[in-house]
């Protein structure tokens, strides 16, 4: 057999194995709730994660939320730094802080500025510090996801940015926060949506048996995040409601 035949059978062989021509794209891995996860897809993903819940998307449906739309996302970032001495220490952490700020900051997009400042404490032949700094992410105005989602990127793009005089510190970031300035200013919306369906309640002609004043409400109007996306923020009240007690039967005269 000649050593062109046996190139050919090569060529076919490793042709048949995959390895002869260009992969065509491979189309996204799906796993569908109760569905058994394929060899392929073991191979490829790992074991199978559990499925997502829709559950959350059919209260939305049912109003099951009071939404409200973020007006800012806020960033932690805290910032460790060390020097020989105390004084070297100082200078370093003010001069990194300076840097971080003009570089997170974008105008009219995100806001970097520092709101706590560590005290040096003493590790071993060195100091160290720990500084910590906010970023401020206005979303107020934007009407959908994808547009706060484009512009907290925007801000967090800014991390790729830092220079070299920032070497050697320790960056430890969060993850964007998003959130409502004033929730008490949803507090009377809040109320009514908490009372509304007392009122149907007790606007109902029922039975005698059936009693619409049976419960008691009361509230301290406190207003609370319970959940957040940039979809929006779920707000609450607080309404605590328990049964009246009953009443005991006249006694016979």
Same mark, same amino acid.
């Given at each position: 057999?000649?050593?062109?035949?046996?190139?050919?059978?090569?060529?076919?062989?490793?042709?048949?194995?995959? !390895?002869?021509?260009?992969?065509?794209?491979?189309?996204? %891995?799906?796993? !569908?709730?109760?569905?058994?996860?394929?060899?392929?897809?073991?191979?490829?993903?790992?074991?199978?994660?559990?499925?997502?819940? %829709?559950?959350?998307?059919?209260?939305?449906?049912?109003?099951?939320? !009071?939404?409200?739309? #973020?007006?800012? %996302?806020?960033?932690?970032?805290?910032?460790?730094?060390?020097?020989?001495?105390?004084?070297?220490?100082?200078?370093?952490?003010?001069?990194?802080?300076?840097?971080?700020?003009?570089?997170?900051?974008?105008?009219?997009?995100?806001?970097?500025?520092? &709101?706590?400042?560590?005290?040096?404490?003493?590790?071993?032949?060195?100091?160290?510090?720990?500084?910590?700094?906010? $970023?401020?992410?206005?979303?107020?105005?934007?009407?959908? &996801?994808?547009?706060?989602?484009?512009?907290?990127?925007?801000?967090?793009?800014? !991390?790729?940015?830092?220079?070299?005089?920032?070497?050697?510190?320790?960056?430890?970031?969060?993850?964007?926060?998003?959130?409502?300035?004033? #929730?008490?200013?949803?507090?009377?919306?809040?109320?009514?949506?908490?009372?509304?369906?007392?009122?149907?309640?007790?606007?109902?002609?029922?039975?005698?048996?059936?009693?619409?004043?049976?419960?008691?409400?009361?509230?301290?109007?406190?207003?609370? $995040?319970?959940?957040?996306?940039?979809?929006? $923020?779920?707000?609450?009240?607080?309404?605590?409601?328990?049964?009246?007690?009953?009443?005991?039967?006249?006694?016979?005269?």
């Amino acid at each position: 057999m000649t050593h062109h035949v046996l190139l050919s059978l090569c060529l076919l062989l490793l042709a048949g194995c995959g !390895f002869g021509a260009r992969a065509e794209p491979a189309a996204p %891995a799906v796993a !569908f709730a109760g569905e058994p996860a394929s060899s392929d897809y073991l191979w490829s993903r790992g074991a199978a994660a559990a499925a997502p819940d %829709a559950s959350d998307l059919e209260r939305q449906l049912h109003g099951g939320a !009071f939404l409200v739309p #973020p007006d800012r %996302a806020l960033v932690r970032v805290d910032v460790t730094g060390r020097a020989p001495t105390r004084a070297e220490l100082a200078a370093r952490m003010d001069d990194a802080t300076r840097a971080m700020r003009a570089t997170l900051a974008v105008p009219g997009a995100c806001a970097a500025a520092v &709101v706590a400042l560590g005290a040096p404490r003493r590790e071993g032949e060195r100091w160290s510090a720990t500084a910590t700094l906010s $970023i401020d992410v206005p979303l107020a105005g934007l009407d959908d &996801v994808a547009a706060r989602f484009a512009r907290v990127e925007r801000c967090m793009e800014r !991390f790729d940015a830092m220079g070299a005089e920032l070497a050697g510190l320790e960056l430890a970031v969060s993850h964007p926060l998003p959130t409502v300035d004033r #929730p008490h200013l949803h507090r009377a919306a809040l109320l009514e949506r908490a009372v509304g369906p007392l009122r149907e309640v007790a606007a109902f002609d029922g039975p005698p048996a059936f009693d619409p004043n049976g419960v008691r409400c009361t509230s301290r109007g406190e207003v609370t $995040i319970v959940e957040r996306s940039l979809a929006g $923020i779920a707000l609450r009240v607080d309404l605590e409601c328990a049964p009246r007690p009953l009443l005991a039967p006249a006694a016979a005269g």
